[in-house]
């Protein structure tokens, strides 16, 4: 974007980007799109990750979301330290809403239609997801899954870029389940925030260790901003779902404060 903004990545970290801006990575004292040395695959040691709301262009790294800029170290899961040029992931955390199908997210869909041997899914995206009936564990011609109209499903993507029809299969590379498949229809599925969903994920979140203190429950996530939660009444199912909304908009002493005035009643 020309007359965007340009300056260090690691200077902006924890700070609000906003599209268009260029980031420079350390030691580069002009732009160089050859030296950036950008994958965005897997984290390798010495190279540096484009996450979400990042891609890289002429100018250096180049926002596309408006949100906090994020870097995590390889060897670090912090997601707010300094950048390093040594390797890490870089990534904008925004809230948005909307989601856009990535390769390898596991998400919640819900079955549309059928079309012959494929499934059709909502999965929040601009478009439906196809889901063949060999995609789960044990299917074969003979004995296919009993998937109806209506059905949630909880999957992975395999094919998920602009130019195709996003592509999800429940199992994993040695073809187990892995906890894919049909979510029980008994439970609560609500839509909360990308970002939401990213802190409930990161390890060291102790949102759901706190909600487990109130009463056993089930919770499935996806990366779409769908929860599905199921506890035993539906009373619980409601008070965990609640609670769990309420998350994005408090603090920790406040999350703590309400569950402990939960459990006293």
Not at 7 to 29: D, H, K, N
Not at 84 to 91: E, R
Not at 174 to 182: E, L, Q, T, W
Request: hydrophobic share 40%.
């Amino acid at each position: 974007m020309a007359g965007a903004a340009t300056c260090f990545a690691e200077t902006r970290v924890g700070q609000v980007v906003m599209p268009g801006e260029a980031l420079l990575l350390p030691g580069q004292g002009v732009v160089d799109g050859e030296r950036l040395r950008l994958t965005t695959s897997g984290p390798q040691k010495g190279r540096l990750v484009c996450g979400p709301g990042l891609r890289r262009g002429a100018d250096g790294l180049l926002v596309t979301k408006c949100g906090l800029l994020r870097y995590r170290s390889h060897s670090a899961p912090t997601g707010s330290g300094s950048g390093s040029s040594s390797g890490g992931t870089y990534w904008v955390d925004s809230q948005q809403k909307r989601y856009v199908p990535v390769k390898g997210d596991h998400v919640i869909g819900i079955v549309t239609a059928k079309a012959g041997d494929i499934f059709k899914l909502d999965v929040g995206g601009s478009e439906h997801a196809s889901l063949s009936y060999l995609a789960f564990e044990g299917a074969t011609k003979r004995n296919r899954p009993n998937v109806q109209v209506g059905d949630l499903i909880y999957g992975q993507f395999i094919v998920a870029n602009k130019d195709m029809e996003p592509e999800m299969v429940c199992i994993d590379s040695s073809g187990r389940a892995n906890g894919m498949g049909i979510i029980g229809q008994d439970g609560f599925l609500f839509k909360v925030s990308l970002g939401l969903i990213r802190k409930l994920l990161a390890p060291d979140c102790e949102i759901i260790w706190d909600l487990g203190q109130l009463y056993p429950f089930e919770l499935v996530l996806g990366m779409n901003g769908r929860i599905w939660v199921k506890a035993k009444t539906i009373q619980q199912t409601l008070i965990i779902a609640n609670v769990l909304e309420a998350c994005e908009h408090m603090t920790a002493k406040q999350r703590k404060g309400v569950i402990a005035k939960l459990l006293e009643n």
